[in-house]
């Protein structure tokens, strides 16, 4: 989990990662500094237009995101698109819904569960994930 600020030094990107027991490469730094200014959850694709198509290959983005994933670093949504979206965990997470008619997506507070994780805690689970993917029509595409 990040400590979000909008803006980060290449050094302190680079101490993400270290932090994190993982190679620094200039793709991982320029993927995490993307991910950073997206203003929402974003695709492999997106990230590896954004990137510039020629500075590194489609699929060292997803490994990238796969290994970003495995640490923690990122969540994986899927809004009933053909494809999984992207965005960093950090210390001020907010849910998101997205518009299924225009695209757009809104933040949204945290939704409690806390219900939902005293009944699994008492099945024996810990140290648990959930993923709230939500989505819907705006107020500008009802009109």
Sequence with gaps: MLNFKNTYTKEELKNILVKNQMTRTKAKISIINELIQAKHPISI???HQKLGVKSCHLSTVFRAMQQFKNKNLVREI?????FCRYELITNDDKDHIRCRTCGTFEKIEKIKV???EETISKMGFSDM??????SGV???CIT
């Design 138 to 140: 705006c107020p500008h």
């Design 45 to 47: 694709q997106e990230l």
């Design 78 to 82: 899927n809004f009933g698109e053909d």
């Design 114 to 116: 806390k219900n939902f």
């Design 129 to 134: 994930t959930y993923r709230l993917d939500l």
